[in-house]
């Protein structure tokens, strides 16, 4: 048992060797999965969104569209008419959270159960907050807002932007962390139809969840910035 959740636990950090360059090119499989998702859902936008009109649309196209608006009006709800203009890339980020968090279904490992990938996905979220913060407000009232409401809890400010990052790393890597560890341990003890049921709802119904929260943690921080 304690083998098997040592594979569990070292398996996203498993790398790519290459035969050249002393380990100097090798790669995490995470980090080359991530890519082939990115790849996969670009390549599915361009068929989707191929031969589009304005009237006499296909089914095709009244589905994409239909996606658009909903998936945009959702974020926008979350994020309210201040943050608008972050409507994409939330929407983005929670598609990608989402696809990756389902490769589960395909028997690979999610690369969200990398803290690489989580790590990077947090510290762009909270470098965009920033600085939607700092473009409404302006750099005057952008450091300004650290000593309020009062001067003496400046520190908790500043500390503040290491905490938000670290939540929303460590959140979305121990849910599907937890999620993997649990399927693998079924799968140990019951090798047989009750893993595959499971896995529909670790696979896609958690692995959407927590793209949501991320998504969600997100506008609600870009909200707070931008008000």
């Avoid at 361009?46 to 569209?65: F, G, P």
């Avoid at 979350?78 to 990756?100: H, K, P, Q």
């Avoid at 803290?115 to 947090?122: D, H, R």
Wanted: net charge neutral; proline share 4%.
């Amino acid at each position: 048992m304690k083998e098997l959740l040592n594979e569990i636990l070292m398996e996203d950090k498993t790398l790519i060797h290459f035969p050249f360059g002393n380990g100097f090119f090798d790669i995490y499989k995470s980090v080359v999965l991530s890519w082939v998702i990115i790849g996969f859902v670009f390549i599915f936008i361009l068929i989707m969104t191929s031969n589009l009109k304005v009237h006499n649309i296909s089914k095709r196209q009244a589905a994409v569209e239909a996606f658009v608006l909903w998936i945009r009006g959702a974020v926008k709800g979350m994020l309210g008419e201040e943050g608008e203009r972050y409507v994409d890339y939330i929407a983005t980020v929670l598609i990608f959270i989402a696809c990756s968090n389902m490769v589960g279904l395909l028997g690979l490992t999610p690369p969200t159960m990398d803290l690489t990938v989580t790590i990077a996905l947090s510290v762009m979220s909270i470098v965009l907050v920033e600085a939607a913060g700092l473009r409404k407000k302006g750099p005057k009232k952008w450091l300004k807002g650290f000593a309020e409401p009062m001067a003496v809890i400046t520190p908790m400010n500043v500390l503040e932007l290491i905490i938000r990052p670290l939540s929303l790393c460590m959140r979305l890597f121990g849910n599907i962390l937890g999620a993997t560890v649990i399927m693998e341990l079924i799968k140990f003890v019951v090798p047989v139809i009750f893993p595959a049921l499971l896995s529909l709802y670790f696979d896609i119904f958690d692995g959407c969840i927590q793209a949501y929260v991320f998504a969600f943690l997100t506008s609600l921080y870009i909200k707070e910035a931008v008000e």
